[in-house]
Nanobody, 126 residues
Framework: VQLQASGGGLVQAGDSLRLSCAAS????????MGWFRQAPGKEREFVAT????????YAADSVKGRFTISRDNAKNTVYLQMNSLKPDDTAVYYC????????????????????WGQGTQVTVSS
C-alpha cells in the first residue's frame, strides 16, 4: 500500500487543521492506521492510531482532547483533525499503515507499522 499525506500548512496558535492520508492499493480496511510526527531535532513520536474497524482509537497524552483520528474505508482515507493547535505541535506529520488480522488492534509503536507516507509539514506560529 502507498500512502499520501496532505493538509499541512502554516497556521496560528489556536487554529485547526485536518490532515488526510490517502491509501492506494487494495484492502485498506485490513490496515490499522496511525499518525506520527517528528519535530526538528527530535525523534519521531506517536500521535494517534485507529483500528481497522474504527472501534478503537488512541491518542498521545500531548494531543488528547485536541486531536481526533478517523477513517473512511470507502474512500481509503484516514484523517487527523487537529484543533487548538499549539506551537509545540509544529512537526512533520506522517501517516502509517499496519497490516493486521485483528480488527480491533490499534498499534502505537513505530515497529508495528509496515508502510509509511512521505509526511506533511505543520507549522504553528505563536
Amino acid at each position: 500500500v502507498q500512502l499520501q499525506a496532505s493538509g499541512g500548512g502554516l497556521v496560528q496558535a489556536g487554529d485547526s487543521l485536518r490532515l488526510s492520508c490517502a491509501a492506494s492499493g487494495r484492502a485498506f480496511s485490513r490496515y490499522a492506521m496511525g499518525w506520527f510526527r517528528q519535530a526538528p531535532g527530535k525523534e519521531r513520536e506517536f500521535v494517534a492510531t485507529i483500528s481497522m474497524n474504527s472501534g478503537n482509537t488512541y491518542a498521545a497524552d500531548s494531543v488528547k482532547g485536541r486531536f481526533t483520528i478517523s477513517r473512511d474505508n470507502a474512500k481509503n482515507t484516514v484523517y487527523l483533525q487537529m484543533n487548538s493547535l499549539k506551537p509545540d505541535d509544529t512537526a512533520v506529520y506522517y501517516c502509517a499503515a499496519a497490516l493486521s488480522r485483528n480488527a480491533w488492534l490499534a498499534p502505537i509503536s513505530e515497529n508495528e507499522f509496515d508502510y509509511w507516507g512521505q509526511g506533511t509539514q505543520v507549522t504553528v506560529s505563536s
